[in-house]
């Protein structure tokens, strides 16, 4: 067994090396590690499990909250968001920067992506925050960075995946994102304070301003607190959600005047494609699942970190390494796909709480967005954005590092992840 392990991985690292898409590497890699070890018997072992990973109603959210994103992006609701967002932080220094962070968060909280986040408010951002005295790279890395809270705060695609491959309550990984999330935007918001020292003199907005921008943003402002009520209360389950939340943005794209068949059309193709390539990776990542289980990997791996006197630091700042490592090379889902497997089984026997290991993943996964050389964050918005791919990896490094401390920060105190759902009834 150790034998075709090694053999396997080795196999796999080839295929990453190689450029082959991640889901084909791993399924080649599970199938050709299985068969050596089991025979034509584990092919068919595998083939029901890839079945039986796609089938499953709580996946049914995937598309469903991709399409919500989606749908709000061709009905032009961030424009409206970032609107409201420039009138209240109109009175502080470094204004416009705060607002992108809070447009993100809110946005984040309607897609559950984090490039659709960054793509979707970088192309209203962008250009209003290099005429209020942001350079191009320092806004681009704002966006990315922002985009980021796109997988953490409710609902989140990539807390809905941890869900499903460790059997844990999406409604209570969901509301455990919540403060995590807005912690970081708080973070985020006084960093910008802090280095926007040429933002242009703050002017408080008047009253009427501040009402009539509130009013055009509140159809789009009440979707997520309606999510996050829902889920909370026990109300809907979140793929249940999920289904409201699409026809919420329809019904209001067509009601604004922003949404036609067209839009529809187009939405619904760029949700198709993406929920393509997030089940193809599922399904691959639990043939790869079920070959480390045959080969023992992950229990092999946790009696290695057990027995080598590490502690619960030493550990913590190994996966930390390990998930910038990766991040560097693997999108973020394919990512968890891999590591999940492994390092929750080291996760438990550290006493990590499983909703709080969710947490401190997805957090993992966001450095993943914006790590080059692979950032697909970085990618989007410096092609949205004219921006030079380096000049911006340059400016990303701080919230990098913000987001490294958050995870630590949740695995040290982890009632900020699980507070929050302990409540639930």
């Known amino acids: 067994m150790v034998v075709a392990a090694t053999a396997a991985l080795a196999f796999f690292a080839f295929c990453l090396l190689a450029s082959v898409p991640v889901f084909v590497g791993m399924g080649l890699t599970a199938m050709l590690g299985t068969w050596v070890a089991e025979g034509t018997l584990g092919l068919q072992d595998m083939a029901l499990g890839a079945y039986n990973a796609l089938n499953s109603f709580v996946l049914l959210a995937v598309p469903l909250y991709i399409l919500a994103g989606t749908l709000s992006e061709e009905s032009g609701l961030s424009d409206r968001l970032f609107s409201f967002a420039t009138t209240v932080t109109s009175g502080l220094r470094g204004g416009l920067g705060i607002a992108t962070i809070l447009a993100c968060a809110i946005f ?218 990766l991040g560097m090379f693997l999108e973020a889902l394919s990512m968890m796909l891999i590591t999940i497997p492994i390092l929750f089984p080291v996760a438990m026997s550290l006493g990590i709480d499983p909703i709080a290991f969710g947490i401190f993943v997805v957090l993992a996964i966001e450095v993943a967005q914006i790590t080059p050389p692979v950032g697909i964050n970085l990618f989007t918005v410096a092609k949205i954005g004219g921006i030079r791919f380096e000049q911006m990896a340059k400016s990303i490094v701080p919230y990098v590092l913000l987001m490294i401390l958050m995870m630590y920060a949740v695995a040290y105190f982890q009632g900020l992840a699980t507070w929050l759902p302990n409540t639930m009834e």
């Open 108 to 325: 984040a909280a309607i897609s559950g992506s984090s490039v659709a986040t960054a793509a979707t408010i970088g192309l209203v951002a962008i250009p209003a925050l290099a005429k209020n005295g942001f350079s191009l790279p320092r806004a681009g890395a704002l966006i990315a960075g922002g985009g980021t809270l796109g997988i953490l705060i409710p609902p989140s695609i990539g807390l809905l995946l941890y869900g499903v491959l460790t059997d844990q309550s999406i409604g209570k990984l969901f509301i455990a994102g919540l403060m995590p999330g807005l912690v970081l935007v708080i973070i985020m918001a006084l960093f910008v304070v802090v280095t926007q020292r040429n933002a242009p003199a703050a002017k408080a907005p008047d009253l009427r301003t501040l009402m009539r921008e509130f009013v055009l943003a509140l159809p789009i402002l009440g979707l997520p607190a309606l999510i996050l009520v829902m889920i909370y209360t026990g109300i809907a389950t979140a793929t249940e959600v999920a289904a409201l939340a699409v026809v919420y943005v329809t019904v209001l794209g067509y009601g604004l005047g922003n949404l036609s068949l067209k839009k529809l059309y187009r939405a619904g193709l760029h949700a198709a494609q993406t929920t393509v390539m997030i089940l193809m990776l599922v399904a691959f990542g639990a043939l790869m699942t079920h070959f480390m289980t045959l080969t023992r990997i992950p229990q092999g791996i946790t009696e290695m970190i057990a027995d080598s006197g590490l502690g619960f630091f030493g550990t913590i700042t190994l996966m930390v390494l390990a998930f910038l490592v």
